[in-house]
């Protein structure tokens, strides 16, 4: 079965406790904690004192993905406010070999997401070091947007190279996901789904979420 992380972008933030409550109560593995800094993506989000906040009431790991310029100046912060993943963008990561190396010290699983242009074989040489591979199905920044269906290629070439090299790195998909698109990404290799507005936006997101989770390949 796919690890389901809803993407708490898309809950209500006026009952933010509601939604962590229902995440915890439902069949999701994580809460997908998007970061955003104006900069890197045309949108701000939340920060730390949101994840510190959720992370006293979530009992699901933090799955946070930093969509910011100079992630490394925040790895410490982010450990200390509860992320149990940290994903940072190849885009911005000159050095990602010592960044998957910082977060690993701090504790945490390291991740590294790659937007819709960026293909999958720059993450040859760093594999074997990296946790969870999320790829974006769109261009980040924004919740709603539809698939991009050349993802479904990315995901299969990635998880060629990671049974090429014998790595245990998982892929995560992160956009655009649907009831309806999600058993061919599953299909395609994926081993994890990111959904916001498809769980938050239904009439029973926990339902959504069970009918998510019980997708298989």
Not at 9 to 28: H, I, Q, T, Y
Not at 75 to 94: C, M, Q, R
Request: with cysteine; charged share 20%.
């Amino acid at each position: 079965m796919p690890i389901i992380a809803p993407s708490m972008l898309s809950a209500d933030f006026l009952k933010l406790g509601e939604d962590v409550e229902m995440v915890n109560n439902s069949a999701a593995d994580w809460f997908h904690l998007d970061v955003m800094d104006g900069r890197f993506v045309p949108n701000i989000s939340y920060g730390l004192p949101v994840i510190a906040a959720m992370k006293k009431k979530a009992k699901k790991p933090l799955d946070v993905h930093l969509m910011i310029l100079e992630p490394e100046k925040y790895f410490e912060a982010f450990a200390k406010a509860g992320a149990d993943i940290l994903t940072v963008h190849y885009e911005v990561s000159p050095h990602l070999h010592r960044n998957l190396q910082a977060i690993k010290a701090l504790g945490m699983k390291a991740g590294v997401a790659i937007n819709p242009h960026t293909p999958v074989s720059v993450l040859a040489d760093v594999l074997c070091d990296i946790d969870v591979v999320l790829i974006m199905s769109v261009n980040p920044g924004f919740g709603g947007q539809k698939f991009i269906d050349h993802t479904i290629h990315k995901i299969h070439e990635l998880k060629t190279m990671i049974h090429d090299r014998g790595a245990a790195t998982l892929i995560e998909v992160d956009g655009g996901v649907t009831l309806e698109n999600a058993p061919t990404i599953i299909k395609a290799g994926a081993d994890a789904l990111v959904a916001g507005n498809t769980v938050f936006a239904s009439a029973n997101p926990t339902a959504t979420i069970e009918s998510l989770k019980k997708i298989t390949k």
